[in-house]
C-alpha cells in the first residue's frame, strides 16, 4: 500500500528547543493531517492542511503542506515538558475515499 | 460539539474466549466510523471503517469483525480470540460530507481501549 516515510522516529531534546519532523511520500496528497497521541490515549488532532503550500499554526505549532504535495513538516517552538508523545501524520490519497494514510510516527521526548 | 466514547478502557482476556469492544459517538449524524488497531510503540492499522448502518468494509483479513447496528454506534467483536490480537484499539469517527472547514478525510479518535490476550 501506500506509505508515508516519516522522521526521525525519535527525538530527545532539551526544555525549550525547537523540534522539526517531517512526513514524504512518493505520491501526491490533497489533504495533510498531524495527531498528538499522548501515553495511553487516542491520537489528538493538531493541525489539518487542506491546500498545496499551506502554512498554518497553532500556538507553538506550525505546520506546512509542500509545494509538491507529496511532504509536509510540523515544527514546535520552544518545546515543553508536556509536549511529550507520539507524533503522527497522516496524509488523504484522491482516490482513497475517506481512508487516511498514516506515518510511522515520531516519539518525542523531552528533559525539563 | 462531538464526543466519542470507546469502552471498555482495559481488557484482559484468555486465548479463546469472545471479544466485544463498543464504540459511541455524539453530536453529530451519519458519520463515517473506524476500528484501528496499535501494537505496543506502533503506527495505526486500520481494521474495518463503516460509511452508514450494516456498511462494514474490512481492510485485514482476520479472526475480528464489526456489526453498525445503529448510526452511532461501531462495534468490534471476535468468536476466538489469539495472542496476536493483543493492542490498543482506536475508533475513529468523520463527517460524512464536508463543510467549510473539515472534509470527509479529517479524523477524529476516540480515547482507545488496551486489550491484553493471555
Known amino acids: 500500500g501506500q506509505q508515508l516515510n516519516q522522521s526521525p522516529q525519535s527525538m530527545f531534546i532539551q526544555e525549550g528547543e525547537d523540534v522539526s519532523m517531517n512526513c514524504t511520500s512518493s505520491s501526491i496528497f490533497n489533504t495533510w493531517l498531524w495527531y498528538k497521541q499522548d501515553p495511553g490515549e487516542g491520537p489528538v488532532l493538531l493541525i489539518a492542511l487542506y491546500k498545496a503550500g499551506e502554512l498554518t499554526s497553532n500556538g507553538r505549532l506550525t505546520a506546512q503542506f509542500g509545494i509538491t504535495r507529496k511532504d509536509s513538516f510540523l515544527n514546535i517552538s520552544a518545546s515543553i515538558p508536556s509536549d511529550v508523545g507520539i507524533y503522527f501524520c497522516?496524509?488523504?490519497?484522491?482516490?482513497?475515499?475517506?481512508?487516511?494514510?498514516f506515518g510511522g510516527g515520531t516519539r518525542l521526548m523531552v528533559k525539563p | 460539539s462531538q464526543t466519542i466514547h470507546q469502552w471498555p478502557a482495559t481488557l484482559v482476556q484468555p486465548v479463546g474466549s469472545p471479544l466485544s469492544l463498543e464504540c459511541t459517538v455524539e453530536?453529530?449524524?451519519?458519520?463515517?466510523l473506524y476500528w484501528y488497531r496499535q501494537a505496543a510503540g506502533r503506527g495505526l492499522q486500520l481494521l474495518f471503517y463503516s460509511v452508514g448502518i450494516g456498511q462494514i468494509s474490512s481492510e485485514v483479513p482476520q479472526n475480528l469483525s464489526a456489526s453498525r447496528p445503529q448510526d452511532r454506534q461501531f462495534i468490534l467483536s471476535s468468536k476466538k480470540l489469539l495472542l496476536s490480537d493483543s493492542g490498543f484499539y482506536l475508533c475513529?469517527?468523520?463527517?460524512?460530507?464536508?463543510?467549510?472547514?473539515?472534509?470527509?478525510?479529517?479524523?477524529?479518535f476516540g480515547p482507545g481501549t488496551r486489550l491484553l490476550v493471555l
Open positions: 453530536g453529530t449524524s451519519n458519520p463515517n
Open positions: 497522516a496524509g488523504h490519497l484522491n482516490n482513497a475515499g475517506n481512508m487516511l494514510t
Open positions: 475513529a469517527w468523520s463527517v460524512l460530507r464536508g463543510g467549510r472547514r473539515v472534509l470527509p478525510e479529517t479524523q477524529y
